[in-house]
């Protein structure tokens, strides 16, 4: 607890360090930022076809890959400290090398959509990628060569936004513009699924430990169920209660349907731009904007572990613990927020600068401060040093630094200042 106190002080000096001015006639907005694991490069994610690189504790340029894709480039993932991923509007994946940037090490083809974002499982070493065409598809980094990995559709919904890996591949969750969060319990990445080749656990709403309870009676619902489905129908009992469960365990790639609880959006409807995980893989963190688009909120939803009561009742494994109302500019842009390394704080975009957010005033960690009760989240401290609509944000995984990208292409980092 003493370095969490040295790291809190850390972060409350921080300010304004450092800027890279990007001119946006030449990429224009950033969409994404990412460190690789080791913290020596930050590379950021263009919306004119690029991908820039620098080293994020002297601020200087190191390359630019000019024409790394042929639409906007979404996302950066890293598979180790020098293989990473890049994925684009024009629908494909590129695997680079850090020792040789002047050529990719391969593109990926699959989609039929926009790529929109990339996880990786260190384990089995598949690359698992979202689009907005709703597929989920997984790539055998294992056989990779320059024409490509070989590669198969693992999952596919409507209205699929992001999509994320707990930090031990145990689950996958999946966010919708209609307001929906899907859950795959127990992942196995290696089967691909089906229609109807899944158990399906469903909940109505993640709101109070006495809801969750008492939706136990109710059935599973299938009117606007963003789950791809033939024309005959919602799943039947029979399917929900096939014989797959593992004794003393959850069925493998069971699916739970939520919507989860946004404060003040009540009826309205919501669309969830954006998702993440703890780094603990506690809770799961949102992004939301109803679908008036008058309103946006940063929500933190903590996993509730356990089967169902019953193996045909639904379940509910997310609790909404802590939230904060976001300023809500640059309607139509999302806007990607983030956990610091050791899950104490969030780093959101907020108009034109970032807030720090903590679960309370101090810091603490999430499991030393769960409330009975939805709580807000605590301003920790706000820094602004863009002169437009910040859209992504990322902290540093082993330095006190945090980077931001916003919509003219600027990137800023912060750093403590005494």
């Known amino acids: 607890r003493d370095t969490f106190g040295a790291m809190t002080g850390l972060y409350g000096a921080i300010q304004p360090a450092d800027s890279v001015?990007?001119?946006t006639r030449t990429h224009g907005a950033v969409f994404n930022l990412e460190y690789s694991p080791d913290g020596s490069v930050l590379t950021v994610a263009c919306e004119q076809t690029e991908v820039l690189l620098f080293d994020p504790i002297s601020s200087k340029h190191i390359k630019t890959l000019s024409e790394a894709h042929e639409d906007c480039v979404n996302n950066i993932r890293f598979l180790d400290n020098r293989l990473f991923a890049t994925c684009s509007d024009d629908t494909t994946i590129a695997l680079w090398d850090l020792r040789k940037l002047n050529t990719k090490v391969c593109t990926l083809h699959g989609h039929t959509s926009w790529v929109k974002n990339i996880e990786y499982d260190t384990n089995t070493r598949l690359l698992v990628t979202s689009g907005f065409d709703g597929n989920v598809i997984i790539w055998d980094t294992n056989r990779c060569t320059e024409d490509g990995c070989p590669h198969k559709k693992f999952f596919?919904?409507?209205?699929?936004?992001?999509?994320?890996?707990t930090p031990d591949c145990s689950k996958m969750l999946i966010s919708t513009s209609s307001g929906y969060l899907l859950i795959l319990h127990d992942l196995d990445l290696n089967k691909s699924l089906e229609v109807g080749s899944y158990p399906i656990l469903r909940a109505r709403r993640t709101t109070s430990?006495?809801?969750?309870?008492s939706s136990g009676s109710s059935g599973p619902r299938a009117v606007g169920s963003p789950c791809h489905q033939n024309n005959s129908g919602p799943p039947s009992e029979k399917t929900l209660s096939r014989p797959s469960q593992r004794e003393g365990g959850s069925p493998r790639n069971s699916l739970e349907v939520l919507t989860p609880e946004v404060p003040g959006e009540r009826d309205r409807g919501n669309c969830i731009t954006s998702l993440q995980l703890h780094p603990k893989g506690w809770a799961t963190l949102l992004r939301?904007?109803?679908?008036?688009?008058?309103?946006?909120?940063?929500c933190v939803y903590e996993f509730q572990e356990g089967a169902p009561v019953r193996p045909v009742s639904p379940r509910c494994s997310l609790r909404l613990t802590h939230c904060i109302e976001e300023a809500n500019v640059g309607r139509g842009y999302i806007k990607e927020l983030c956990f610091s390394p050791d899950g104490r704080m969030i780093s959101s975009p907020h108009g034109f600068g970032i807030r720090l957010l903590g679960f309370d005033a101090h810091c603490s960690e999430l499991v030393d401060c769960l409330p009975r009760e939805a709580s807000p989240l605590r301003e920790i401290r706000s820094l602004y040093?863009?002169?437009?609509?910040?859209?992504?944000?990322k902290f540093s995984p082993t330095h006190c630094q945090i980077a931001s990208g916003c919509l003219s292409g600027r990137v800023s980092l912060y750093?403590?200042?005494f």
């Open 288 to 298: 939301c904007s109803s679908n008036t688009d008058d309103q946006e909120w940063t």
């Open 156 to 165: 596919h919904t409507r209205f699929l936004m992001r999509m994320r890996l």
């Open 385 to 393: 040093s863009h002169n437009d609509v910040v859209l992504t944000t």
């Open 21 to 23: 001015s990007l001119s």
């Open 209 to 213: 430990s006495s809801d969750i309870t």
């Open 415 to 417: 750093q403590p200042k």
